[in-house]
């Protein structure tokens, strides 16, 4: 995130309530035959994309995204399988309708309840013409805040520490129990590590575990609840996975891990952000893309978009989920105010 730059972030779970609520209720009746299954059997080390078929226990599903290991029938009705109903040899179609209740009780997607809004904004640990505050006056409707930043150390490579700047005025003291008190209002801190200036090595599993170490250490310090990935110097996925299911072990299923990577980070399956996420989606929390200073950019359906309206918006959004995170992953980063950005 620049640090000349002012921004929230809401999560793109919001757009998938209305149409979660309008899910039609399912009703099975003795009207249609069942049909044969098309798709081939499922396999747990194959890759499907959005829209294959497969078979599983006699019932035919569609990918609704890229995903592998995932079973067919056991990610309810927020996962990545779309039941198409039940094929020959599931048994005998009834001749009665079932009652009113939907046959399957949605689930929760990964990183949020369903639905659910999260607004997260970043909080300045530097004075760059834009006003400084306390966390304490930071408005409830911030849901996570991100405190910005913590920086590398000469050694080890790969740690971080953090420090405030003494023009905030902010004694530690101060800032902890403002942190504490932040999250009894049922709100979450973490600590953001990069940005326009911080440029962290993390490319093996020694850089990988001093990183981890130094962010458990600071989680301990200050009571963060977790951890914002803001790095935009590039970043070794499979490094930073290794820090990232080393920090999760440690601090239990309950860590915050966000993302705020450019919209270029998500235009090649190869790029890192993208293989990180894609990788650690099973304890991601959310990624917050930044969808501005970014010029035009493809979509998910190949077509040039330029930034600043809702089709940009919507085809970068579409590239993540195709990608294989949850709708409560994808994340809207937005500017604040309009002056915030330099474009977009």
């Not at 400084?132 to 520490?161: C, K, R």
């Not at 601090?251 to 190869?270: E, R």
């Not at 099973?282 to 359906?301: A, E, P």
Request: negative net charge.
């Amino acid at each position: 995130m620049n640090r000349i730059r002012r921004a929230a972030l809401i999560a793109a779970s919001a757009l998938v309530a209305a149409a979660a609520a309008a899910v039609p209720i399912a009703f099975a009746t003795g009207a249609s035959a069942q049909a044969a299954c098309e798709g081939a059997p499922w396999q747990s080390s194959e890759v499907y994309t959005g829209g294959d078929l497969v078979s599983h226990d006699d019932h035919e599903y569609r990918a609704k995204w890229w995903t592998t290991g995932e079973e067919p029938g056991t990610t309810g009705e927020w996962g990545v399988w779309e039941s198409l109903g039940a094929c020959d040899g599931a048994g005998e179609p009834t001749d009665e309708p079932t009652t009113d209740e939907p046959t399957d009780e949605p689930t929760d997607p990964p990183g949020g309840e369903a639905g659910a809004d999260t607004l997260t904004g970043y909080w300045h640990n530097f004075e760059n013409g834009s006003g400084t505050m306390h966390l304490s006056e930071v408005p409830a409707e911030y849901d996570i805040i991100a405190v910005t930043f913590a920086e590398a150390v000469a050694s080890p490579v790969g740690a971080v520490d953090f420090t405030l700047d003494p023009v905030l005025n902010y004694s530690e003291a101060d800032f902890k129990a403002d942190i504490a008190a932040v999250q009894a209002e049922g709100r979450e801190v973490v600590i953001s590590v990069g940005g326009e200036r911080g440029n962290v090595t993390i490319n093996d599993t020694a850089s990988a575990n001093a990183f981890a170490d130094s962010i458990l250490s600071l989680m301990d310090e200050y009571g963060f609840d977790g951890v914002d990935i803001d790095l935009e110097h590039g970043i070794d996925a499979g490094a930073l996975e290794t820090a990232m299911r080393r920090i999760h072990a440690s601090a239990g299923p309950d860590l915050v891990y966000t993302m705020a990577p450019q919209t270029i980070d998500f235009q090649y399956t190869s790029g890192g952000y993208r293989e990180l996420a894609v990788n650690t989606k099973d304890i991601l929390t959310i990624v917050n893309m930044q969808y501005y200073n970014s010029g035009t950019m493809l979509g998910c359906d190949g077509q040039v978009y330029g930034q600043g309206d809702i089709d940009f918006i919507t085809a970068q959004a579409c590239i993540q989920l195709e990608a294989g995170l949850a709708p409560g992953q994808v994340g809207l980063g937005l500017p604040a105010v309009p002056s915030a950005a330099g474009s977009g």
